[in-house]
């Protein structure tokens, strides 16, 4: 079964003729998965229409943020308000206080908030604060861990830095990651070793970057006492996990509070935003108050604002988790029912079926599943009209509009891809 895509040909034709690869940004280019991009037209619910008019049931969600389902009326109806009073202004809003008492009254531990525009600035400037804060450099990250384009943690980095084949990115000087300790996910053992005389670790309390791989029973709670011992930070990077497994993150579900958090997708509700924050007495070296510079033209910009503003206010729903949780189920159980032969790890929301014989628990594991297979079965799944992610190192989402009529379509779908590639 084959898709008809010749204006999205027809366009990336002409953009790989002036954007480097034809995309902003690699993994959209769907190399993971074997073929050109696709060019989307426009995006509502829980659905993308591309160029040449196919209609997609979407679990890709943007990466991450669409967690209300695309064009959610309360994001529209946010942003369209705040138009008319100017887009930018370099100058603070009462509407960043609102977004900073929301989001602190859902994570209580963010006592000090700095936005950002991407979730790359926000874990960057945690960094930085974290170097200032303990007077250390050191800091470790996970082995397929994937926190965005920074030059310190682009050393075998997830996401589409593994998918791309390029997990440690030329151009980053030796220099810039001297200083980056590894262990692999899932291993307290190696982390506590790691964490003698660091400044941080910084983690995503649950992977979505190697695919989705969940914390063991007692890892992050293990990263939790060895930063007390050592004096290390635990940053949490729940630029994926925040407000999306729970309303107050993996610090919620797990129980677990890191120092420092950052986070991005979700909490701009597709609209350019980052943020990092956590205990005041650490943020507090941050300039203007401290020393440790960081900054940004876009900062808190009031139309992402706005549209934050609206998705956290909309996920303090009572009872919205319960339905994100039985629709991230419903999407594993239309897997399983479907027959296709993956494991799947999944945390509330957000899962990935890994074409493996093994349970994923790390970046070792998750890199020895069939990604050749998983690419024939997502191409097959794209013509029949179900979304993936490009990548078998990615997450599927799902949002609070995915009905049981898509589950059920999708699960067809499952079915069928499977026995034209199986
Ligand atoms: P951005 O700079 O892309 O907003 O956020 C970087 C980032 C930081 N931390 C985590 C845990 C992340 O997942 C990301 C970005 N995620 C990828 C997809 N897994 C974004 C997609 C892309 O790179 O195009």
């Known amino acids: 079964m084959s898709l008809n895509d010749s204006r999205s ?7 790989r003729e002036v954007l480097v690869g034809g995309v902003n940004s690699p993994v959209r280019a769907m190399r993971g998965i074997g073929r050109d991009p696709l060019f989307i037209d426009r995006a509502v619910g829980p659905r993308v229409w591309d160029v040449d008019g196919n209609e997609f049931i979407d679990y890709l969600a943007s990466w991450g943020p669409a967690i209300l389902g695309h064009s959610a009326p309360v994001v529209l109806d946010a942003v369209t308000a705040a138009l008319p009073r100017g887009t930018s202004y370099g100058a603070p809003t009462e509407r960043e206080v609102i977004f900073a008492e929301a989001v602190r009254d859902a994570i209580p531990s963010i006592e000090r908030l700095r936005m ?6 926000a874990v960057m400037g945690a960094l930085r604060v974290a170097r200032a804060a303990t007077g250390r450099d050191p800091i470790v990250k996970t082995i397929g861990g994937y926190h965005g384009a920074i030059d310190s943690l682009l050393v075998e980095a997830g996401s589409g830095a593994t998918t791309l084949g390029v997990p440690t990115s030329p151009g980053v000087p030796s220099a810039a990651t001297a200083a980056t300790r590894l262990v692999p996910y899932n291993d307290l053992d190696a982390a506590v070793t790691a964490l003698e005389g660091a400044a941080a670790i910084i983690i995503e309390p649950v992977a979505g970057n190697m695919g989705v791989v969940p914390p063991a029973p007692g890892y992050l709670e293990g990263l939790r006492a060895a930063c007390d011992r050592t004096g290390a930070l ?3 990077d729940e630029v994926i996990t925040g ?12 129980g677990v509070t890191a120092d420092l958090a950052c986070y991005g997708k979700i909490i701009g509700g597709g609209l350019p935003v980052g943020a990092f924050g956590g205990r005041a007495d650490i943020m507090s070296v941050l300039a203007p108050e401290g020393p440790c510079y960081q900054a940004g033209t876009l900062s808190g910009n009031p139309l992402a604002t706005a549209a934050g503003c609206a998705v956290i206010g909309a996920l303090a729903q009572p009872g919205i988790y319960d339905e994100l949780e039985a629709g991230g189920a419903a999407l594993e159980a239309a897997f399983i029912a479907a027959g296709v032969p993956v494991r799947i790890n999944r945390v509330g929301s957000m899962l990935t079926p890994f074409f493996s014989d093994v349970t994923v628990t790390n970046y070792a594991t998750a890199t020895a ?10 191409r097959a799944l794209l013509a029949r009209g179900v979304y993936p992610p490009p990548s078998q190192y990615e997450a599927w989402f799902v949002s609070t509009v995915h009905t049981t009529r898509d589950i059920a379509a999708t699960a067809e779908a499952l079915a069928d891809a499977m026995g034209e590639v199986g």
Do not use: N, P
């Open 9 to 15: 040909r027809e366009l990336f034709g002409r953009a």
């Open 116 to 121: 950002t525009s991407s979730g790359s600035e």
């Open 234 to 236: 635990l940053i949490f």
């Open 243 to 254: 407000f999306r497994v729970a309303r107050g993150g993996a610090q919620e579900r797990f």
């Open 369 to 378: 599943s069939d990604t050749t297979l998983y690419a024939s079965f997502a």
